[in-house]
């Protein structure tokens, strides 16, 4: 008989433990706009870096760098600082800059320095292994005129359940010739949050 209890109370309790431990899977929209927390999204990082680079693109240097030297520009992604409190994965905000600039058709793009040494280590590699016709020469690498580089910071402002998140990124566009800022620029977001559970 006891045999038998133990036996139900184990199919309880596996019974219990399934029951709290169920979830549903909702597949959205990859552009749908959903905003649970009210932290730094996925749909925040594809709007800023889109509004940010059309907003340089726009800007007087572009016509003229291509008028003094008659080729479109090489722009490189440098390092975007999170300065807010809280964890913004940064790479995929990069990552977005780097397809909109891509995608412009406005500027030429070239590799950052992780990947540029990866591609090193196989121009390396080649130069042991591969044939002569087909061996990829090193020194023969496009080097960037632009850097862009930038951060993220937050202002958070608290009262009761209540909460504002006042989100500003700047970015600048810096000549890698000389020094020179040729581009500012800054994106707010201002998100209103009401939530018991809040913190800070």
């Known amino acids: ?26 597949r959205l929209d990859p552009q749908a706009q959903v905003d649970l927390s009210g932290e730094w999204n996925d749909t925040d990082a594809q709007l800023v870096a889109r509004e940010m680079v059309d907003d ?12 003094s030297n008659g080729k479109d520009p090489a ?9 807010s409190h809280e964890h913004i994965n940064t790479a995929v905000f990069i990552a977005n800059i780097e397809r909109e600039l891509i995608n412009s058709g406005e500027v030429q793009f070239v590799a950052d320095a992780q990947r540029r040494e990866e591609i090193r280590n196989e121009r390396a590699d080649q130069d042991l292994n591969a044939s002569e016709a087909t061996r990829k020469e090193n ?62």
Not at 56 to 67: E, G, I, M, T
Not at 75 to 83: A, P, T, Y
């Open 56 to 67: 340089a693109l726009s800007r007087a240097w572009l016509p003229k760098f291509v008028q």
């Open 75 to 83: 722009v490189i992604v440098g390092k975007i600082k999170n300065l």
């Open 1 to 26: 008989m006891k045999k038998h209890s133990s036996l139900w109370v184990m199919l309880a309790a596996v019974l219990v433990l399934s029951a709290c431990s169920s979830s549903t899977v909702e």
């Open 139 to 200: 020194g023969q690498e496009y080097g960037a005129d632009f850097m862009m580089q930038g951060q993220v910071n937050t202002i958070v402002d608290v009262e009761g359940t209540t909460q504002v998140r006042f989100y500003q990124v700047n970015l600048e566009l810096i000549s890698l010739k000389d020094n020179r800022k040729v581009w500012i620029g800054d994106t707010k977001i201002k998100k209103l949050i009401t939530n018991s559970t809040l913190r800070k």
